[in-house]
């Protein structure tokens, strides 16, 4: 189920899938000024189809920043919309504007050091052996090590190897994701679940060095929340409650 993959120039073949795939980039965006300038440059020297940057609420100046980049590469559309917060929210919002049969998320505070990201993530899919690819690097964040991965052994051990399986850079194929299931917070853990769930072939891929951002134990707490909180909703929904129950006496 997961393999380790690396990234592989196009080949002429590779060009031509390139060619009847459709690529769309959601970029969920929240109070991002500092870093949004070169995520997007970044982007915008991808080749993808669309940018969808989806933003509801920022009081800096992102969406300024997003608007100016629009303006020089009509590929970039800027979406605004006041209702539910979160991460989760935002990109379920992006994804009733992508037209792709291919998406790709990312978040706006990676930095800009990091290269070709998208193509990274969803050559493999073009490749036609992965349904997901999740993004691999080494960075160790503490909801992920002693939260998502415990729990991912405990019920989903295919899963449990995944190097990143709370980030929120991936690509996936678009009848993969489920928009009306998307929670409006952290919603991570449940898009790789019910990507999983309907039988997505899912791979994860090195992308480099991402810039470290530390949050306050408060935010930390609240993030970790909403992940137990939409595990959990899975393992009802999966059946898998007592199943797990068993494996872990
Ligand atoms: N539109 C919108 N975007 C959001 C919201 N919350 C977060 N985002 C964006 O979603 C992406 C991921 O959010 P982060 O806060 O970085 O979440 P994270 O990467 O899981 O957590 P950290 O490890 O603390 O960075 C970023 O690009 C944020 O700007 C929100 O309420 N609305
Ligand atoms: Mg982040």
């Known amino acids: 189920m997961l393999k380790h993959i690396q990234f592989v120039n196009f080949s002429m073949d590779r060009r031509k899938l390139r060619k009847s795939n459709k690529i769309s980039l959601v970029l969920p965006v929240l109070n991002e000024a500092r870093t949004l300038p070169a995520v997007l440059e970044m982007v915008s020297h991808s080749d993808l189809d669309e940018i969808i940057v989806s933003d509801n609420g920022s009081t800096d100046n992102s969406i300024k920043i ?16 006041s209702g539910e917060q979160g991460s989760g929210a935002a990109r379920r919002n992006g994804i009733k504007h992508a037209k792709g049969n291919v998406l790709v998320f990312l ?7 990091l290269k070709k990201v998208p193509e990274k993530l969803y050559t493999p899919i073009l490749g036609g052996k992965f349904d997901m690819v999740m993004a691999s690097f080494n960075n160790e964040g503490r909801i992920t090590e002693l939260m998502a991965k415990p729990l991912l052994s405990i019920f989903f051990p295919k899963l449990a190897g995944l190097k990143q399986p709370l980030s929120g850079l991936f690509a996936i194929k678009h009848e993969f994701v489920f928009p009306e299931k998307i929670d409006d917070g952290n919603a991570m853990i449940g898009i790789l679940l019910d990507a999983y769930n309907h039988g997505a072939r899912i791979g994860e891929v090195e992308i480099g060095q991402l810039e470290h951002c530390s949050r306050d134990m408060s935010m930390k707490r ?24 068993k494996l872990m006496n």
Request: net charge positive; proline share 0%; aromatic share 12%.
């Open 222 to 245: 609240q993030r970790a929340e909403q992940t137990g909180r939409y595990f959990m909703k899975r393992l009802f929904e999966f059946n898998k409650l007592d199943k797990g129950l």
């Open 66 to 81: 997003a608007m100016k980049f629009a303006q020089k590469d009509n590929r970039i559309k800027v979406t605004m919309w």
């Open 107 to 113: 978040d706006a505070d990676i930095g800009g050091s």
